[in-house]
């Protein structure tokens, strides 16, 4: 893909971090090979990125590192 799907803007190949949610898992990958439209900021991922995040999130897989997320209600 050459430009993005919403807006027509360009594409830049970039490694990003991308927060995923799962259920109750909430998952952090780092170094995501990924395009980002330059104009709105939309992250496209390779078919062969989305299949490794979805072998993580379905494995019992072991985490390089763990970091607290506070939870804040604004009720």
């Known amino acids: 893909m050459k430009k993005c799907y919403f807006c027509k803007g360009k594409l830049i190949p970039k490694k990003i971090s991308h927060l995923h949610s799962w259920g109750e898992k909430i998952i952090l990958f780092e170094d995501v090979e990924a395009e980002v439209c ?3 900021g ?3 991922f390779p078919p062969k990125v989305l299949k ?3 072998k993580v999130v ?3 897989f072991k985490a390089k590192k763990e970091i607290i ?3 804040v209600s604004v009720k």
Do not use: F, L, T
């Open 58 to 60: 379905a494995s019992s």
């Open 69 to 71: 997320i506070p939870v």
């Open 42 to 44: 939309e992250v496209y």
């Open 38 to 40: 330059s104009q709105c």
């Open 52 to 54: 490794k995040m979805d």
